[in-house]
């Protein structure tokens, strides 16, 4: 099946700074794609819908400023945690659709982000 | 107000048992329902769909029934075995790109 990459798996940073994390599409190109949050023993948040050459959609209550989202190219597409607090502490998982079919949206292993 | 809701936070069965999952959403626009399995620090990985014209999917193991009056579905997986300890998420779509995720259930499967 399609494989989704995202690097790094982990990442450990202080308070105040900047990280960045790709999502790539490594045999397909994604016309779309999705950042995901996941608190410990809760659900998936969808973040934003990232679309290639337009500016990302992010859902109500998720700081635009903060997460900025980059969809460069089809097979890439990167969240950068601006001026990162522990708060943000988290597991992001991104995904990525071809648009070729309703189910065929395939996830990355996930980025574990520790703000110190 | 969560619009996909899987009641159950765990559950445990015996090897060679049925697990049976649950799921219910409150938005009658969903259409589209997935299943997701998920173990710890890695990515959620697809399992098994099932669209809103059909009441049920089988794949192998894994069976999803959709009951669209009760808007509850379940996933049934027989015989569950040792390697299906996983964190499962339902996740509902009305347009089949966004999707709402549940927030999970973790099933524990006995040797």
């Known amino acids: 099946g399609a494989v989704v990459s995202q690097h790094p798996s982990r990442v450990i940073c202080k308070s105040g700074t900047s990280v960045k994390i790709e999502c790539r599409s490594l045999d397909f190109q994604a016309t779309t794609m999705f950042w995901y949050r996941q608190f410990p023993k809760q659900s998936l948040m969808l973040m934003a819908t990232s679309n290639e050459g337009s500016k990302a959609t992010y859902e109500q209550g998720v700081e635009k400023d903060k997460f900025l989202i980059n969809h460069a190219s089809l097979t890439l597409s990167t969240l950068t945690v601006t001026s990162a607090h522990p708060e943000d502490s988290s597991f992001y998982i991104c995904?990525?659709?071809?648009?070729?079919?309703?189910?065929?949206?395939?996830f990355g292993p996930g980025t574990r982000l520790t703000v110190t | 107000d969560q619009q996909v809701k899987q009641n159950s936070p765990s559950l445990s069965v015996q090897e060679g048992r049925i697990s049976i999952l649950n799921c219910d959403y409150t938005n009658s626009m969903f259409d589209y329902f997935l299943w997701y399995k998920k173990y710890p620090a890695e990515g959620p990985t697809f399992l098994i769909s099932i669209s809103s014209i059909k009441d049920k999917n089988e794949d192998g193991r894994f069976t999803v029934f959709l009951n669209k009056s009760a808007k509850h579905l379940s996933l049934h997986i027989v015989p569950s075995q040792p390697g299906d300890s996983a964190v499962y998420f339902c996740a509902a779509s009305a347009d089949g790109q966004n999707f709402v995720f549940g927030p999970g259930t973790r099933l524990s499967v006995l040797p």
């Open positions: 995904s990525a659709h071809s648009g070729t079919s309703v189910y065929e949206q395939y």
